[in-house]
Structures are given as C-alpha cells and as structure tokens.
C-alpha cells in the first residue's frame, strides 16, 4: 500500500486497480497510465466560475435524465480502441464539471465510461494537459462535446465530436463574456457568459 506520493514510481505505468489502492492526500489523473499530479486547490476565480456553470447546467437538467458533476468526481475512461477490461483501464481523470446522459454509466466510485460533456476551466499549471492530453483522450473516448473555458480571457471554446470520431471546433473565433454559447447537445440550451465570468 502506497501511503506517500513520493512513493510513486513516476516512470511506471499505472492502472485504475493501482490508483484505488493508494492512500495519500494528493490528488492525481491517470492519462494512459501516466500519473499527472492535480495542482493545488483553485483560485477562487476558477471556483466561481465552476459553481456558476454547474449551478446553470443543473438547472436546465431539472427534467432531464442528465447529471452534472463536478471535481473531485473520477471519470475511469476504457479507451475503446485499446478494448480494456475494468480491471485495465489506465485513464482516470477528474473534469472540472461533467454531464452524463447514460446512468448506467455511474457507480459508487463515479463514472465508467465517457461522460456526454466535459468541461475544463484552464489555469496556468493545468493548460498543457488540457489543451493536448486530455483533448486527445476524450476524443478517443468519445466524450461528445468538450469546452475549454480560458478565465483570464473570459472566454470559451467549444468542440464536437464528428461523425468520424474527431472533435470539431464549433466558431472559429472564441465566445466572448458579452456573447451566449449554444450547447451543441442540448439545441434549447444555451448559457450567457456574462453571468459565468461576473466582475470580480
């Protein structure tokens, strides 16, 4: 049993079965079994906006079989082309906020299996990793719709999974705090950016 982080082999590759057993206080993902270590806690702007997207998003699911959850929440994610068992999933990552549409999909331990929408809120530790690696793996997994939100720019760009399996940038240009984005899942969705990004 793994206690301390720095016991870690940081050179190994790592599965869900390993992650469940470790017993230390940091909080790490797993992306293809690389360990990524979680920055400290947020800065209250980050927390801000999180609360504000999830608080509308759970509005508008009211009468919706969807939930939204946000982190610390585990999404294990069976990469489909690399067909792994539960047992060998080697990607558990924890989005900002996340919607999930097949509740079959939600155990104990949070979800098994690409959530319909993911959204990742950029600081500056966390940008690589989101914009490359976590980019990469939820279009792999199937994640439908995943948004990049950009604080410092009080901005939002907004992909969509083709029908080929690629993510597809919905504008061009980013929405911007005096603009409303369209949720591409939810076509009688839409969320007004200036009351996500308030004056602070």
């Known amino acids: 049993m793994i206690t301390d982080f720095k016991d870690l082999d940081l050179s190994k590759r790592y599965t869900y079965a390993d992650y469940i057993t470790w017993q230390f ?40 079989k969807c939930e939204v959850f946000t982190a610390p929440f585990d999404v294990r994610l069976p990469l489909p082309k690399k067909k792994q068992t539960k047992s060998k999933i080697d990607t558990v990552v924890q989005p900002d906020v996340c919607v999930v549409c097949d509740l079959n999909k939600l155990d104990k331990q ?31 997994a199937g994640v439908k719709e995943y948004w990049i939100v950009r604080p410092d720019e009080e901005s939002v760009t907004t992909y969509l999974l083709d029908d080929s399996g690629n993510y597809k940038i919905v504008r061009q240009k980013p929405y911007l705090k005096e603009e409303s984005v369209p949720v591409s899942i939810f076509p009688d969705f839409e969320i007004v950016l200036s009351e996500v990004f308030p004056d602070f």
């Open 110 to 140: 949070g979800c098994i299996g690409a959530p319909d929408w993911i959204i990742e809120i950029l600081s500056k530790s966390t940008s690589k990793k989101d914009l490359i690696d976590k980019f990469d793996i939820y279009q792999e």
């Open 25 to 64: 206080d940091d909080m790490v993902e797993l992306i293809k079994g690389k360990i990524f270590r979680m920055s400290p806690a947020p800065n209250m702007k980050h927390q801000r906006i999180s609360l504000k997207l999830s608080s509308k998003i759970d509005r508008f699911l009211e009468e919706n």
